[in-house]
């Protein structure tokens, strides 16, 4: 089993380059199925959820070629196949963007209910629903969503929750639909904005991406495109939380501020020092700060996505912080871990109440889903002596080549395997 070793208490100096979005990523791969054609996508991750997608997307008879580690070619001429129930569909949660792709293209679909990180359920009913009516028919058995339309006709559609998946899905299904869809309470993070342009790259018509009312006009066929993926906000925000407590003089690069702007406020009110350019923001920390109360939104607000990351820089911050989750029902399983490493937190509801230490201390411990993996990186970091991190493979799904880039700045982090 591979394990990640760090050896705490080292400050953070020098610059981090930023990769592409996997939240983006995991749309657009399925997005470019829709076209009959070739598209080519620049800045892509290197990391586990794309290999996952794109053997997937093999599986149906797309041609995928990497250019190099961050371009992938994919030629959808020849897709014939609309069911998805290979194990690799499994794996992720974003297999379901396949389900509106499919379904757009083939008008039907057969795809294996998807996998992913686990905080609690994570229903995909609205979804469905956006389906529905749109004019599929669905059926769920044995582990798989079966999806029919005669024909799709555009819907108007009113989301109960602003949800990422559903909003994305149903952009899907809908460019291929007759006629205009309207999706309201639509939610507007900076991934559903790259989709929506990757897709108009294609010859959708999709408008109002990045607001809560998306409009999409029904198109005949897709063609190919070349498109480069946005830099990835959850990344650049946990090493921006990284040099915060760790201390030190970082700059994470090739990055959109503005995707940003939550966290650095949050990291400006403990006392960091922020300065933004076009594409950089810089953290100066002495890696002690004051307390503070977050709370997890859509965007633009906090994202959920940085929450444990920034519960860890919270347990060793002066004084009682409380990080309130909105989002999920349950994400704050990973804190048992944290206990381990000297954290001194209780969770009451969606809130952690966290009572800030001197001093955190490294331990045996293991991720127990991706971003919780980052967040016993931020502490393990900030901690005395040797912290091992375990369930690397949850790491590895999110960030492209993670102890690289901490060891260009100064952690002594390595990855090794445990017998
Ligand atoms: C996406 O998940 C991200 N994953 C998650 O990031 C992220 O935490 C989440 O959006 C919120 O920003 C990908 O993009 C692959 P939602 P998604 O639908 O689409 C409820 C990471 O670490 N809901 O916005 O699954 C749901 O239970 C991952 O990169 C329904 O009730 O999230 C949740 O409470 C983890 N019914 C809320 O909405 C539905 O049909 C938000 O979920 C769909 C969602």
């Known amino acids: 089993m591979e394990q990640l070793v760090i050896t705490g208490q080292k400050k953070l100096f020098g610059e981090v380059p930023i990769s592409g979005a996997k939240n983006a990523v995991v749309a657009i791969i399925p997005a470019a199925i829709m076209a009959n ?39 959808s001429t020849n897709i014939k196949s609309y069911i998805a129930t290979d194990d690799s569909v499994k794996k992720i949660r974003a297999s379901y963007y396949l389900m509106g792709a499919l379904l757009g293209r083939f008008k039907r679909a057969e795809v294996a209910m998807p996998g992913g990180c686990n905080f609690g359920s994570r229903p995909i009913d609205l979804h469905l629903k956006g389906f529905e009516a749109m004019g599929a028919q669905v059926k769920q058995e044995y582990g798989i969503v079966k999806l029919y339309a005669e024909k799709l006709r555009g819907a108007h559609i009113y989301l109960d929750q602003a949800s990422v998946g559903a909003t994305i899905n149903i952009m899907l299904a809908a460019v291929y639909a007759e006629g205009s869809t309207i999706i309201e309470n639509a939610a507007k993070e900076p991934h559903i904005v790259d ?7 294609l010859g959708a018509k999709v408008k109002g991406a ?14 190919g495109a070349e498109y480069m993926i946005i830099p990835d906000q959850i990344e650049a925000g946990t090493y921006m939380i990284a040099a915060a407590a760790a201390g030190g003089d970082v700059t994470v690069k090739n990055i959109i501020p503005k995707h940003m702007d939550s966290l650095s ?18 953290v100066i920390s002495t890696g002690s700060f004051r307390s503070a109360n977050v709370k997890t939104m859509a965007y633009p607000g906090f994202p959920t996505d940085l929450q444990p990351q920034m519960t860890a820089l919270l347990c060793i ?28 937190l209780t969770v009451e509801g969606r809130a952690a109440i966290i009572k800030g230490v001197s001093q955190l201390s490294g331990a045996e411990v293991n991720a127990t889903d991706l ?8 502490a393990g970091l900030c901690a005395k002596g040797v912290t091992r991190i375990g369930n690397v493979k949850y790491i590895d799904r999110g960030y492209e080549k993670i102890e690289y880039k901490l060891k260009a700045i100064g952690a002594d982090i390595k990855r090794v395997i445990k017998e």
């Open 37 to 75: 054609g070739i598209s080519i996508i620049e800045n892509l991750p290197c990391i586990e959820d794309v290999t996952c997608l794109v053997n997937t997307i093999k599986a149906l008879g797309a041609e995928c070629q990497f250019l190099d580690d961050n371009k992938l070619k994919i030629d």
């Open 371 to 378: 971003r919780a993996g980052a967040a016993l990186i931020v």
């Open 210 to 223: 990045g607001t809560d009312v998306i409009k999409i006009k029904g198109v005949k066929e897709l063609r």
């Open 317 to 344: 911050a002066d004084g009682t912080s409380t990080l309130t989750e909105n989002v999920w029902e349950n994400r704050f399983q990973y804190v048992n871990e944290l206990r381990r490493l000297g954290c001194s």
């Open 195 to 201: 989709t929506a342009n990757f897709l108009n790259m």
């Open 265 to 282: 406020a949050k990291l400006d009110e403990i006392g960091c020092i922020i300065e933004e350019g076009d594409d950089f923001i810089r």
